[in-house]
């Protein structure tokens, strides 16, 4: 899978949050809804060519839909999130958020508890 740019990631959100979508549809929903036309039908084109949406033809008409979904997509840049700034350790990452007082004791019991119930439902 392949990392998308700002745009890109911009476009595909709307896309995964209409499930399907024409590039008419797409635009006045972007952060920047000024964007040309033209720019957005190119930005899906190249998430086509990446593979996260394909599209059905009506005519000259193209409705795209997502391959790649929200969440697959949310685990691989995790991952590699992980494995770059924390040297592929999720303990690390966990350890960055209580050292920089982001997580509380409450956090931290809500997790093992979630750990927990992961560990009893496999």
């Not at 008419?24 to 040309?36: A, S, V």
């Not at 720019?39 to 409705?63: A, N, P, Q």
């Not at 303990?91 to 009893?120: A, G, H, P, R, W």
């Amino acid at each position: 899978m392949k990392r998308l740019t700002k745009r890109e990631e911009e476009v595909m959100s709307v896309i995964w949050d209409m499930g399907r979508a024409l590039v008419n549809d797409i635009t006045p929903r972007l952060p920047i809804p000024d964007l040309p036309y033209t720019t957005v039908s190119s930005i899906v084109r190249i998430l086509e060519m990446k593979g996260f949406v394909d599209h059905k033809s009506y005519g000259r008409t193209h409705e795209y839909f997502p391959v790649i979904s929200k969440e697959e997509y949310r685990n691989f840049q995790m991952k590699s999130f992980v494995k770059k700034y924390f040297d592929s350790s999720y303990q690390n990452v966990v350890s960055y958020f209580v050292n920089e007082q982001k997580l509380t004791t409450d956090d931290l019991k809500s997790l093992i508890e979630i750990i927990e119930k992961k560990q009893d439902n496999e």
